[in-house]
């Protein structure tokens, strides 16, 4: 067979192939934009890609990040657009587009984008709206401000607590509109306790996926948003949460050193206008 340079250099023999992977927490969909299955290898592994009514609004390359964005359109009874009704998945979907011909055995990758809004424009149709990593790096950053209260993100560099060591074990009961009751008895912990944490689990479908947890009272907890993906004898796990102030940090994670607040912050505003000097 020819290389794909050849075909894809040729004024007549080329006929491309668009292939379509979705990745997320080690899961993988892959579609075709063929009217057949479409047998293609990468990494030196083999995969069939699924026939699917799928188009994109085209690769751009004008130096703007956020006008290189792509739209993929496809029927919204396949299996990856179901991942967004109801709550979204935590974890992001990254989406590859790959291009080979018929005559040709080689596959080329031409674009990799981040799925960064999910639409249902009409009935049966869902779009994806793709960003690219460097239209990521564009957006604006956190600064670290002084305050007294810390700023860090619970777990997360700065902060340095292992999540793991403060892990909760727990059995779903029963659940509602955005509430959770375990069969674990989360009271001991006192309640709030995991107010402000997350919860975690294993869920059908998408992996490992992720709600905050607003409120927490007794053997229950109140989840930042619906409760969909959860069901009777789920196992879960549960992380504390914390309320970014100097007792809590020691008390419930000893992690006073990492404290990111600044405890001894005057009260007053240095550019109040007052002359002390």
């Known amino acids: 067979m020819a290389s794909y340079k050849e075909v894809e250099s040729s004024n007549f023999e080329g006929r491309p192939v668009f292939l379509y992977l979705f990745e997320m927490n080690g899961l993988s969909w892959r579609y075709t934009s063929a009217d057949a299955p479409v047998s293609a290898s990468l990494s030196g592994r083999s995969y069939t890609w699924e026939p ?23 029927a919204s009874s396949v299996p990856v657009a179901a991942l967004y009704l109801g709550t979204p998945p935590a974890s992001p979907l990254t989406v590859s587009l790959f291009k080979k011909h018929d005559d040709s055995d080689d596959v080329v990758l031409t674009y990799v984008g981040d799925v960064a809004q999910v639409d249902f424009p009409s009935p049966g149709t869902v779009e994806f709206s793709l960003v690219t990593l460097s239209a990521t790096m564009d957006r604006m950053g956190l600064r670290l401000s002084w305050m007294r209260s810390c700023p860090y993100a619970l777990y997360d560099t700065g ?11 727990a059995t779903v009961l029963s659940f509602g ?8 008895d989360l009271s001991v912990y006192g309640d709030g306790y995991f107010a402000g944490g997350f919860i975690e689990w294993n869920r059908a479908g998408r992996g490992v996926d992720r709600r905050g947890i607003e409120a927490h009272t007794g053997s229950a907890i109140t989840l930042m948003g619906m409760s969909d993906g959860f069901s009777e004898g789920d196992t879960v796990y549960l992380y504390p949460g914390c309320t970014r102030t100097a007792e809590v940090c020691q008390k419930r994670f000893d992690n006073l050193l990492n404290y990111g607040g600044v405890l001894h912050m005057p009260g007053e505003s240095p550019f109040s206008g007052k002359n002390y000097f």
């Open 159 to 169: 902060c340095l607590v292992d999540k793991a060591k403060y892990r909760v074990t």
């Open 52 to 74: 699917q009514p799928i188009m994109d609004d085209g690769i751009r390359q004008s130096g703007e990040t956020q006008a290189d964005a792509m739209k993929l359109s496809m």
């Open 177 to 184: 509109k955005g509430d959770v009751v375990l069969s674990t």
